[in-house]
Nanobody, 115 residues
Framework: VQLQAFGGGLVQAGESLRLSCAPSESIFTFNVMGWYRQAPGKQRELVAVFSMDSGSADYGDSVKGRFFFSTDGAKNMVYLQMNRLKPEDTAVYYC?????????WGQGTLVTVSS
């Protein structure tokens, strides 16, 4: 399984950005999909996780109310809409998919938020 994440870039604080993830297999074959991030010198942390079974999403505390996960089954894509970005959101963002307790990771896309 390959997960191609893209859409990162350099933005100013307060702006928005949308990340996209294109899995090599149907998103409906996964139990969970999500986004994680890793800032320099820090551990990878949860940003958003979405249950493909129940349709419910959960978010990391630092992004609740600002970031939103969505899917497009017709395009076989998942997205992360990031609003009101802050410098502390600067990180490499990774797309994640889980199926039968196996984890799959994309290559990551860098988001840099300037103050």
């Amino acid at each position: 399984v390959q997960l191609q994440a893209f859409g990162g870039g350099l933005v100013q604080a307060g702006e928005s950005l949308r990340l996209s993830c294109a899995p090599s297999e149907s998103i409906f074959t996964f139990n969970v999909m999500g986004w994680y991030r890793q800032a320099p010198g820090k551990q990878r942390e949860l940003v958003a996780v979405f249950s493909m079974d129940s349709g419910s999403a959960d978010y990391g505390d630092s992004v609740k109310g600002r970031f939103f996960f969505s899917t497009d089954g017709a395009k076989n894509m998942v997205y992360l809409q990031m609003n009101r970005l802050k410098p502390e959101d600067t990180a490499v963002y990774y797309c994640n998919a889980q199926r039968r307790q196996r984890n799959y990771w994309g290559q990551g896309t860098l988001v840099t938020v300037s103050s």
